[in-house]
């Protein structure tokens, strides 16, 4: 394990196993590989089961290997239920054995937050807080609880508290909680894209360069925090477009710095899916097309029932121009799992086989049923929900659409309209996007596809007015001004 060679490590751990089949260690181990190279979540959790009962056996008054164990599944788990439940029973134990202590206390705050329960995380960290008032990592948890559960009072108090310890632990030396916070308040509160994609990146360097990745074992995993990491990462790719870059420009350098951070994560842990997922869109992004299909491939060799990787397979295709592959994949992703036809996703990729087709008239009808599904044409109560809050939807009941997936439909259906001659409604289409995301990464797109528009209709004058208004600074926007700058010319 410690070389990271898990296939070496699956085999020492069965062996042990057989010969000593009430070993921590062993059964730990075998925990493990069933997350970092398998994904094998179901297995991982009957396992899990297995070693939180043989700890209550022959461990049955220590703390830290509760603690121990819980901190390193619940970080690898990629937030499944299961898993994530099993991990807060044994931290609770840890707290009763331990009450005084706070870093136990601080941990039973984490995972709480992972499964989306911020108002029992907030409980948690506050009496960590309690036990100990110079444990930073309690008061940090506090304040990003307060500001992912949402309430405007908790985001403005949130706020307030961020000034002031930023005021006294800020700059160099500044732990990578107080950053990610720092974005929080960029994105959530003051609508400030640039800063919140410039504090994204500084959060991700900072919690890196605390990790020494030499020897792999249970405390470089924990410090490392794959589920921080792709948190991260989910959060970066919102910033960096959906659409992949176009032939002979430069990839964006958000979509390359996603790829940077994700490496060390990929090394780590070789078959974890949410990392190959993500590492699968940056090399869609980047244009990586044969890439992303392999990488897509391997993921969905470790979980073929996994929709999302099918969803992401179909978006290659599209741009491979191989469209009875891509609606096969929709088609496979639809049937295993039904709350596909609830995602906006879903409806847009198959508004892209008929626009790739020019089929716009059929495009138009997808599009418009889009528009139905909920939360997309307005949007629903809380505008950017957190990523713990989205991945950890209970079965049943859709997840909240995404700003970047919802002003998709927005962009395709003024395209689409505009194809069809109907200049009037694109208008409407995209003054209604400029309202809804204001403040949002997806509004500069918006005003890039406006002046796009605008010179397709050979409207310089609007198409200069509109670039002008864009303030983000991506390749695509160098681009149209460039074009800009040769029709002056």
Avoid at 462 to 473: A, F, G, K, P, S
């Amino acid at each position: 394990m410690a070389l990271g060679d898990w296939e070496l490590a699956s085999e020492s751990a069965n062996r042990a196993l057989q010969l000593d089949p009430n070993s921590i260690t062993a059964l730990s181990l075998s925990v493990l590989v069933l997350l970092v190279k398998d994904s094998k979540y179901s297995a991982a959790s009957s396992r899990l089961g297995e070693l939180a009962d043989l700890i209550s056996e022959t461990e049955p008054h220590n703390p830290q290997l509760c603690h121990d164990m819980s901190a390193l599944f619940a970080r690898l788990c990629a937030r499944h239920g299961p898993i994530l439940t099993q991990c807060q029973q044994l931290i609770t134990k840890a707290t009763q054995l331990a009450p005084e202590d706070s870093n136990y206390m601080t941990e039973l705050g984490y995972q709480l937050a992972l499964s989306g329960d911020y108002t029992s995380a907030l409980t948690r960290y506050s009496e960590a807080c309690k036990l100990d008032e110079a444990n930073m990592i309690a008061c940090y948890g506090k304040i990003i609880c307060q500001i992912l559960r949402g309430e405007p009072n908790d985001v403005e108090e949130a706020a307030q508290q961020f000034e002031f310890l930023n005021e006294i632990h800020g700059g160099s030396g500044a732990p990578s909680d107080l950053y990610y916070i720092g974005t929080l308040v960029a994105s959530r509160k003051e609508r400030d894209t640039a800063a919140a994609v410039r504090l994204l990146q500084e959060t991700a360097r900072v919690h890196l360069e605390a990790v020494t990745l030499g020897a792999i074992g249970t405390e470089t995993l924990i410090k490392l925090n794959p589920d921080f990491i792709t948190t991260l990462a989910k959060e970066m790719l919102e910033h960096a477009g959906s659409e992949p870059a176009p032939p002979g420009e430069t990839v964006a350098p958000l979509v390359s710095k996603v790829n940077e951070i994700l490496r060390p994560v990929l090394k780590a842990c070789p078959g974890m899916l949410d990392v190959k997922l993500l590492v699968a869109q940056t090399q869609y992004l980047s244009s990586d097309f044969e890439g992303a299909q392999s990488m897509l491939a391997n993921a969905i060799a470790l979980d073929p029932s996994h929709a999302s990787s099918h969803m992401l397979m179909a978006k290659i295709f599209i741009e491979m121009q191989r469209y009875r592959e891509a609606s096969t994949a929709l088609e496979q992703a639809l049937s295993l799992s039904f709350e596909v036809r609830e995602s906006p996703i879903y409806f847009l990729l198959r508004a892209q086989c008929h626009e790739k087709q020019g089929e716009w008239k059929q495009a138009l009808t997808v599009l418009q049923s889009a528009m139905k599904l909920p939360g997309v044409a307005a949007a629903a109560e809380d505008r950017t929900p957190a990523p713990a809050a989205r991945n950890s939807a209970p079965k049943g009941k859709s997840k909240v659409p995404t700003p970047a997936e919802r002003a998709q439909i927005f962009i395709h259906l003024a395209t689409v309209h505009t194809h069809l001659g109907q200049t009037p409604e694109a208008a409407k289409i995209i003054q209604e996007a400029k309202r809804e995301f204001y403040g949002l990464p997806a509004h500069s797109q918006i005003i890039i596809v406006d002046a796009q528009l605008a010179l397709g209709r050979y409207r310089l004058s609007l198409y200069i007015r509109r670039i002008d208004l864009c303030v983000c600074v991506c390749v695509c926007v160098c681009v149209l001004k460039l074009r800009m700058y040769m029709m002056f010319i």
